[in-house]
């Protein structure tokens, strides 16, 4: 497994790696679900949502579960569910105190999220000093990103580190930089822009996951929690 010669910059998604959103989307898209007589969702499907804009994820619930609904219609069905739940939110194990140790170090840092800008308020809202600490946040919904061109798409990483750089005046290039993922598509979308890859699925995840070491291809490790992290390997 190759490491990067020297981390300059962490970019971070945040679904399901910073927050506990994940358990959220399914505790809400299972009450659809329930109402129309299907499901629950389980991680075989789950697996192939997760990174993915909102708009595309929702086609795929549609489709497999036969939900007689447009993708307006189940859209703000989810917008009203989950608003109510947003304010639960809280860090995952191990997140705060990384972002925080990362800024002590002076390491610049981006959020690269799939979320659209009020979708992130209203997930962050709440949780005080800890999203306060990063130097860029790049949304799914930002209009300097394609249509088209969410994750598996490196896009959002490059604008997440174009916008360190500008911050910073540095020229940090993509194989200096770790992103730190926890669905299949965010991990192809952080190979696919040439990064370090830290891996840390959902503890339930693990057993749909595949073959996790062809699918990092040396690009990357997989950890069972950010807690995990052995810093000092890769120079932080």
Known sequence: MTHPVSVKACLFDMDGLLINTEDIYTETL???LTEFGKGPLTWDVKIQLQGLPGPEAGKKVIQYYELPMT??????????LQSLKWGTCEFLPGAL???????TKGIPIALCTSSNRS???????????GFDLFDAIVTGDDP???KGRGKPFPDVWQLGLKELNEKFL?????DECI????????VKSAKAFGAHV????HPEAHAVLGDTEALLAGKGELLCSLEKLEKAKYGL
């Open 30 to 32: 299972n009450e659809t």
């Open 71 to 80: 993708l307006d219609e189940y859209d703000r069905r989810n917008v009203a």
């Open 97 to 103: 105190d990384l972002l925080k140790y990362l800024k």
């Open 119 to 129: 979708k992130f308020y209203g997930k962050t809202g709440h949780l005080g000093e």
């Open 144 to 146: 300097k990103i394609p």
């Open 170 to 174: 540095t020229d940090i290039t993509p």
């Open 179 to 186: 992103v730190f993922e926890d669905g299949i598509p965010g």
């Open 198 to 201: 830290i891996w840390v699925p």
